[in-house]
């Protein structure tokens, strides 16, 4: 596509409950990204795929958050038993490969945990 | 609206001012920055960025400035416009084993133009 899709673009759960964010890279990126975004701040590092490489997950903040790439494209971020701190704008970005800094960023995902 | 923006650094200016958003980042090792856009409801844009061996780099109406040695970042806006009011972020990268891919970012500042 000409950008990054992600969906839902709005997203609310019950406290407990598990979730499943996607990500459409562009097509041709290797590289995929996912950040989370908590209310006034930065973004913060979740995790990076790179073609058939092992995924770098150091940036997961508990076990309950997992993602996988099937395909090398399409990307899902699965939250298990969600958490009202989990709340948050969870965006997702690709780029041509992990030297190219300058990723392109999806519109993100808000979820909200009541 | 966006919420985010209510706990940043605010810069409010008026139509056709110059603005600067400033940065400070902690790792002397970081080796390339970025700055980046978001408006309301979107994911960050890409604006400019700029490697450790430049000071100073230039773009269309938008110029970064480096200080190595202060640890300091600069994005400057001439004639800013009312479609530049958003949340600007700087972003370093920090080469850690190979982990060069990783982007730290900032908080980030709201930009205000008043018309």
């Known amino acids: 596509g000409a950008g990054v899709s992600q969906s839902p673009s709005n997203k609310v759960t019950e406290k407990g409950k598990d979730v499943e964010l996607r990500c459409d890279p562009i097509s041709g990126h290797t590289a995929l990204y996912w950040y989370r975004q908590s209310l006034g701040q930065g973004l913060e590092f979740l995790i990076y795929?790179?073609?058939?490489?092992?995924?770098?997950k150091s940036g997961l903040p508990s076990d309950r958050f997992s993602a996988e790439r099937t395909g090398g494209s399409v990307s899902t971020l699965t939250i298990q038993r969600t958490q009202q701190e989990d709340s948050a704008v969870y965006l997702c970005?690709?780029?041509?490969?992990?030297?190219?800094?300058?990723?392109?960023f999806g519109s993100g995902t808000r979820l909200t945990v009541v | 609206g966006e919420s985010v923006g209510l706990h940043l650094p605010t810069l409010s200016v008026q139509e056709g001012d110059n603005s600067i958003i400033n940065c400070a980042y902690s790792?002397?090792?970081?080796?390339?920055f970025i700055w980046y856009k978001q408006e309301s409801g979107k994911g960050p844009q890409f604006i400019i960025d700029?490697?450790?061996?430049?000071d100073k780099r230039q773009g269309q109406r938008v110029t970064v400035l480096l200080n190595k040695t202060v640890k300091h970042l600069s994005l400057q806006i001439a004639a800013t416009q009312p479609g530049d009011s958003a949340v600007y972020f700087c972003?370093?990268?920090?080469?850690?084993?190979?982990?060069?891919?990783?982007?730290?970012f900032g908080k980030g500042t709201l930009l205000t133009v008043n018309p």
């Open positions: 700029i490697r450790s061996n430049m």
């Open positions: 970005a690709s780029s041509r490969d992990k030297s190219n800094y300058g990723y392109t």
């Open positions: 972003a370093e990268n920090i080469d850690s084993g190979g982990s060069n891919y990783k982007l730290t």
């Open positions: 790792n002397s090792a970081s080796d390339y």
């Open positions: 795929f790179q073609g058939n490489s092992a995924p770098d």
